[in-house]
């Protein structure tokens, strides 16, 4: 019976020690237990440790990644806007900082018509104008020897080449007595907006004159052209005149806006009449006005016509400059 009670005795003194163990880790195999062998519901086998820390370095590193990539994105960010310097260009503009090339071409213009205009007569008061577009300490006359004259006829901005936003060349067109010119003037713009003639302008040669490619019309409705020259020879002397009520019959929708008696009209001389669809075609049309003031003087100008055929009779839809190469 002694015996009996020792047993019990450590039987149930080991039995907490057993149980705090089975469940400090449940994966643990049991003393005996064979492989597969299932656990209070869960699986013992070999693998199933393994298993539980592969998912968990797989989660450590799903978060490492999200961490590092959280932490990585502003500080690209910020050096990258940091840098701003090209190799090749240098210095780029601030992001959203364009160059002021509105102002920038209105200001070479103003000082092109001093620069380019010049007595030796009045070479101070030429000096005194040119302040206000040059840097301090510049040349007063900026680059001239005060000798000769120059006149001007008119100059005009053809473009602006911006290299940054505080960087620019303003190209303009010139012309003087019996030449074009074409001149590049740099400009430099603050960041309030103050701008500067920044270096010495530079003659460059005008733009060279393009040659027209060959072609034209390729097939003309010769047939449709001597049906259109009568009903535009009775057009076109009310368009010269914008008598509203007489135009409103020959167009296709609202009435055509004329020229207010701004020109007289003297023939229609041409109309070209490519082939198409039979119910509307455009066409141009060859005019020739003569001008109240011109002393008997005579223009022809060339106009590009979309008209529309309603039952028998053709009606202008729109009346516009032509875009179609002419050699004539």
Excluded at 121 to 137: H, M, N, S, V, Y
Excluded at 282 to 302: D, I, K, M, Y
Aim: proline fraction near 7%; charged fraction near 20%; hydrophobic fraction near 40%.
């Amino acid at each position: 019976m002694a015996r009996g009670r020792d047993t019990a005795a450590v039987e149930e003194t080991a039995a907490p020690g057993r149980a705090l163990a089975s469940s400090a880790d449940p994966w643990d195999r049991p003393a005996g237990a064979a492989d597969g062998q299932r656990r209070g519901g869960r699986w013992g086998g070999s693998g199933g440790r393994w298993w539980v820390w592969v998912g968990r370095a797989v989660l450590w590193a799903v978060i490492l990644v999200i961490l590092v990539n959280g932490v990585r994105a502003p500080f690209e960010r910020f050096t990258s806007d940091d840098d701003q310097t090209d190799p090749v260009t240098g210095p780029r503009p601030a992001r959203g900082a364009s160059f002021p090339s509105s102002a920038a071409g209105a200001f070479a213009l103003q000082f092109a018509n001093v620069y380019l205009n010049y007595d030796q007569k009045t070479a101070p008061a030429r000096e005194a104008q040119l302040q206000t577009f040059l840097p301090d300490g510049a040349d007063p006359q900026f680059g001239w020897n005060g000798a000769g004259q120059m006149r001007l006829q008119s100059v005009q901005v053809a473009g602006v080449e911006a290299r940054d936003a505080s960087n620019a060349t303003v190209m303009l067109l010139a012309r003087t007595a019996d030449r074009w010119l074409r001149l590049a003037v740099p400009v430099y713009a603050d960041q309030n907006g103050s701008l500067v003639v920044s270096a010495r302008p530079a003659l460059l040669p005008p733009p060279t004159k393009a040659k027209l490619p060959q072609g034209g019309v390729q097939e003309r409705d010769t047939a449709l052209e001597n049906e259109l020259k009568p009903f535009l020879g009775t057009f076109f002397p009310q368009y010269a005149t914008g008598n509203q009520a007489a135009l409103s019959r020959f167009s296709s929708g609202p009435a055509i806006a004329g020229l207010a008696n701004t020109v007289t009209f003297v023939q229609v001389k041409e109309v070209v009449a490519p082939k198409g669809s039979p119910g509307e075609r455009s066409v141009t049309a060859t005019v020739v006005w003569q001008l109240p003031q011109g002393g008997g003087g005579e223009l022809e100008q060339t106009y590009q016509i979309a008209m529309v055929k309603k039952g028998t009779t053709w009606l202008v839809r729109d009346i516009r400059g032509t875009t179609e190469p002419s050699t004539s």
